[in-house]
């Protein structure tokens, strides 16, 4: 049997959840519902609020395009969330809607845009950023949501990570070697075990603008401590290119893709 159940829609509601509750579907829920969907009466819907896990509801019309929705029995209880804190320079507003749901099914936990040298994007819209990541999520069969935060100067936000978290730095500077074994060597060395250790580290991606980091920013990142250097390959990749690569090789080697022992 399936993990998910992708044959119900999916909402995202800040709502507390429990057996009973009943909640009224604003404008664009019920017109999603019952009149895109088509869904009528007693068909269900899956909700979450990233706290208290999956729940079945019920749909229960009340008036031609008006609707409640009744919650009768959690389906997911909540899971933790990992610990991937994805940092990157904003891009333009298409490929940052891109990046931004990317790094939410890649399994970010927490989402900072930080302003480079080279940054090309717009003002970081923080509203924009929180809804992708929970269209994201709805679509996903994701439970919990990312921390957003707002713009900051990479030396910030560099200087803010705790020191136990390993950054994951990819520089197209960086020698091109086996990104596994790279991974698994500085994963190793922060969790204090052997290279075939699989203790959990918290984890940071850096990701640089399109026209790529200047020599000062690779020596603010560099010089930090618990800082691994990552090349993605010979050949020289999209900013959104990158982080979809780098998220997925990051979790298969270090996060939460591995299998479990």
């Given at each position: 049997m399936a993990a998910y159940d992708f044959n119900a829609p999916r909402l995202f509601l800040d709502i507390p959840m429990r057996e009973g509750v009943r909640h009224s579907l604003d404008r664009a829920q019920a017109n999603y519902l019952l009149s895109v969907l088509r869904k009528d009466t007693g068909e269900p819907v899956l909700v979450?609020?990233?706290r208290d896990g999956e729940w079945r509801a019920e749909i229960e019309p009340t008036g031609r395009k008006a609707a409640d929705l009744v919650l009768r029995a959690q389906t997911r209880p909540q899971t933790s969330?990992?610990?991937?804190?994805?940092?990157?320079?904003?891009?333009?507003?298409?490929?940052l809607d891109y990046v931004a749901q990317k790094a939410v099914e890649m399994g970010a936990s927490l989402i900072q845009p930080v302003v480079t040298r080279r940054t090309q994007g717009d003002r970081i819209k923080l509203d924009k950023l929180h809804a992708n990541a929970i269209e994201a999520a709805e679509q996903?069969?994701?439970l919990s949501l990312p921390e957003i935060r707002d713009a900051t100067p990479l030396a910030e936000a560099v200087a803010a990570l705790a020191p136990e978290r390993l950054l994951v730095f990819c520089d197209?500077?960086?020698?091109?070697?086996?990104p596994v074994a790279a991974l698994t060597q500085a994963g190793?060395?922060?969790a204090g075990t052997g290279v075939s250790g699989r203790r959990t580290v918290p984890l940071a991606v850096v990701i640089g603008p399109e026209g790529g980091f200047t020599p000062e920013e690779r020596a603010v990142i560099g010089g930090r401590a618990n800082t691994v250097r990552l090349s993605l390959g010979p050949r020289i990749l999209r900013a959104d290119t990158a982080a979809v690569a780098v998220l997925a090789?990051?979790?298969?080697?270090?996060?939460?893709?591995r299998s479990a022992i």
């Open positions: 979450f609020n990233g969330a990992g610990d991937l804190h994805y940092l990157f320079a904003p891009l333009k507003a298409a490929r996903c069969g994701i197209e500077d960086a020698p091109v070697a086996d190793a060395a922060a090789l990051v979790q298969a080697v270090l996060g939460d893709g």
